[in-house]
C-alpha cells in the first residue's frame, strides 16, 4: 500500500464548479489532485474538489501531516480551502506552498480570502499547525525522513525523499507553478492552467522531460480557442490550452501518460469525451480527468526503466463509488 506513487483525481473542472446532469461522467468540482507517495499525501490545488478529498483525510485515526502545493491563487484553485476539514483538526500539521512575490505572499492571499467579510472563519480558526510559505521557482521542496522543507538543491538527498520541482511559466495571466513530483525515480508533472503557443512552451517540455505522467490543461476544444464554436468567444490569450497543445508538449517531452485536465465549465460530458478522443489520436496513451480517476505507479523497476527513456507504469483505473 505504501510501497507506490498514486495519484487520484478530485476535481478536474477549470474556472468554476459545474454540478448538473451534463457533468456527471467527469465531475463538476475545480482543481484538486492527490498525490501519495509511500504514504506522504501531498495535495495540488484546493478547488472544490478538496472538499471530499477533507472529509475522506479526516476518517484517518491518526495524525495527518498533509502537503498543499498552490499552482497559483486563482479562485479556482483555491475557493475549496476555507471547507478542508483536516485544516480544523488541531493536530493535523499542514505544510503549504505556492507562488508569490514575498515570502508572506500566500499566506496574506490565504488570510483576505477568509477575512470577516467574505468567510465566517479566519485562517486562525484553522486550528491545524500550519506553514504557508510563498516559495522561489529556483528553490526545491523536499519531504523525507526528517520533514518537509525548501532546500537549494534536490541533490544527495535519501532515496525515500519526496523532491518537487517548481517551473513558473507566464503562459497564464500572472503566471503559474508547474510542478514535478519525484519520488524513488517516478515523476509527475501537474501543468494546469498554461496555453501552448507556437513552437510550444521548450522550458515546459525540458521540464516535464520523460516524465511518468503529464496532467496538462486542455480547456478548450481547437473550434473554441479559434471562435469557431458558436456562442462563445475566441479563448487566444486566456491562459489555457487545448487538447492538441497538450499532446505536443506530452509528444515533445516524452512522457508516459497524459491527462487531460481544467476541463471548460460549459462542456458537457460529451465535448470533454470528444477532447479526448482528439487527444488520443494524436498521442494515443491520453485520458481526460474525471473525479474519482486513479493511477498507480508501480516502484518495480524492470531492466527497461533503468535508462533514459519512459519509465514502465502499470497503470490501474479505479472507478469512484
Ligand atoms: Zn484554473
Ligand atoms: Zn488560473
Known amino acids: 500500500m505504501n510501497d507506490e506513487l498514486k495519484i487520484k483525481f478530485w476535481g478536474v473542472r477549470g474556472s468554476y464548479p459545474t454540478p448538473g446532469a451534463g457533468t456527471v461522467k467527469y465531475g463538476g468540482n475545480t482543481a484538486c489532485v492527490e498525490i501519495n507517495a509511500g504514504g506522504r499525501t501531498i495535495i495540488l490545488d484546493a478547488g472544490t474538489g478538496i472538499i471530499p478529498l477533507g ?30 476539514v483536516p485544516a480544523y483538526i488541531p493536530n493535523t ?29 479566519s485562517l486562525r480558526d484553522m486550528s491545524a499547525a500550519k506553514t504557508i ?21 534536490g541533490l544527495g538527498l535519501s532515496p525515500e525523499a519526496v523532491v518537487i520541482h517548481i517551473h513558473k511559466s507566464h503562459a497564464h495571466p500572472g503566471g503559474v507553478y508547474i510542478y514535478r513530483i519525484s519520488w524513488r525515480g517516478k515523476s509527475v508533472v501537474y501543468a494546469t492552467d498554461t496555453e501552448g503557443y507556437v ?9 516535464a522531460r520523460n516524465a511518468d505522467v503529464l496532467i496538462h490543461d486542455a480547456q478548450y476544444s481547437e473550434e473554441h ?23 505536443e508538449v506530452a509528444e515533445a517531452a516524452e512522457t508516459g501518460e497524459l491527462v487531460l485536465f481544467h476541463h471548460d ?5 460529451d465535448l470533454v469525451a470528444a ?15 474525471y473525479e474519482g480517476f486513479e493511477i498507480k505507479l508501480s516502484p518495480t523497476p524492470s531492466p527497461l526503466s533503468m535508462g533514459e527513456g519512459k ?3 502499470d497503470v490501474k483505473y479505479v472507478e469512484n463509488d
Not at 67 to 72: A, D, M, P, Q, Y
Request: aromatic share 10%; charged share 20%; proline share 6%.
Open 199 to 207: 513552437g510550444m512552451d521548450r522550458k515546459l517540455v525540458a521540464f
Open 93 to 121: 500539521r499542514l505544510h503549504i506552498f505556492g507562488p508569490g512575490g514575498t515570502p508572506e505572499t500566500l499566506k496574506h492571499i490565504l488570510e483576505h480570502n477568509q477575512s470577516a467579510e467574505t468567510f465566517p472563519l
Open 225 to 247: 480557442y479559434r471562435g469557431q464554436l458558436a456562442g462563445f468567444p475566441s479563448t487566444q490569450g486566456y491562459g489555457h490550452s487545448t487538447a492538441a497543445m497538450a499532446c
Open 55 to 84: 472529509r475522506e483525510l479526516a476518517k484517518q485515526k491518526h495524525p495527518l501531516e498533509l502537503l498543499l502545493l498552490f499552482s497559483h491563487l486563482h479562485h479556482d484553485h483555491t475557493q475549496g480551502f476555507p471547507f478542508f
Open 133 to 153: 510559505e510563498s516559495v522561489c521557482e529556483s528553490r526545491v521542496i523536499v519531504w523525507d525522513e526528517e520533514n518537509v522543507r525548501v532546500v537549494e538543491s
Open 311 to 313: 519509465r514502465r507504469m
Open 275 to 289: 477532447q479526448e478522443s482528439v487527444a488520443q489520436r494524436i498521442f494515443p496513451d491520453s485520458r481526460a480527468a
Open 265 to 269: 465549465p460549459a462542456y458537457s460530458d
